[in-house]
């Protein structure tokens, strides 16, 4: 089984606690029987999205010479698209930031969000998923508490992850791992990151096993 990991967050793991969760996920596989990528979506280069990739693509159709930056564009796009469709499962491990992911996660997003990639418009315009055969693993922290009624409206990271690879994509969420509340209750910090970071290791065994029943 081939695993792709998409780690976003460049802070040390000292500080950042989807960092720490990174790190424990990944240490609790060493040695197992997986094929594990990881994509560090601070370490690869990720040119923002916008006009110089619609203006890459319409050179690219009619055989035009690209600028340094389309050529970087098409390059981030196609080595993203390509990891993607290499993996089985691709686990997210990621922060929430201003109540959205990080900019760079948005990035990766862009370049894998795609008609005719990971999705298709069928003969009446009706959307469909074409990422079906993958599965996704969601490991995220927030300092705050989102999980209330009162405060889920506002959380636009984990809700925004299920509807783009749940929803648009059509893949199955396997498991999910949310740390939340170390910042807002710092009495309660210790244990909370404890708590979930031992839920981080269940979760990276349930994949192991997850290859083996395989």
Known sequence: MNVLVVKANNRPSTEAISSKMYEAFMAELEGKNLNITTYDVYEEDTPFFGQDMFNAFGKVENDEELTDVESRLLAAKQKAMDAFSA?????????????????????????????GFSFKYGAEGNLIPLMTDKKAIFLNARGGVYSTPEAAPMEMAVNYMHNVFGGIFGMEIIDEVIIEGHNAMPDKRDEIIAKGIEEVKASAHRLADLTIKV
């Open 87 to 115: 993996a089985d499962v691709v686990v997210f491990t990621f922060p929430l930031w201003n109540l959205t992911i990080p900019a760079k996660l948005q990035t990766f997003i862009d370049y894998v969000y795609a008609a």
